[in-house]
């Protein structure tokens, strides 16, 4: 979690939020993706609500579910 100038608190609450979003909606929306899928904190998190975050994080679902499948075999190589 990024700083921006805010408390443990602080950082500590968007984070639990951000936990908790990824997994009750995020992680049971794409089991069936093999994808990587990395949530970063803006600055505009900390004065976000829990419903703001949760619309943010189903926005970025449906962004995702979107994207084409990639076929058997493709992907980064080692």
């Given at each position: 979690m990024p700083k921006y100038k805010h408390s443990g608190v602080e950082?500590?609450?968007?984070?639990?939020r951000l936990r908790e979003l990824s997994r009750t909606r995020l992680l049971p929306a794409l089991a069936d993706?093999?994808?990587?899928?990395?949530?970063?904190a803006l600055p505009s998190a900390?004065?976000?609500?829990?419903?703001?975050?949760?619309?943010?994080?189903?926005?970025?679902?449906?962004?995702v579910r979107r994207l084409p499948r990639p076929s058997?075999?493709?992907g980064p190589t080692a």
């Open positions: 950082r500590n609450l968007v984070k639990r993706r093999p994808v990587d899928v990395t949530l970063r900390y004065a976000a609500s829990f419903d703001a975050l949760a619309r943010d994080v189903e926005r970025a679902v449906a962004d058997v075999g493709e």
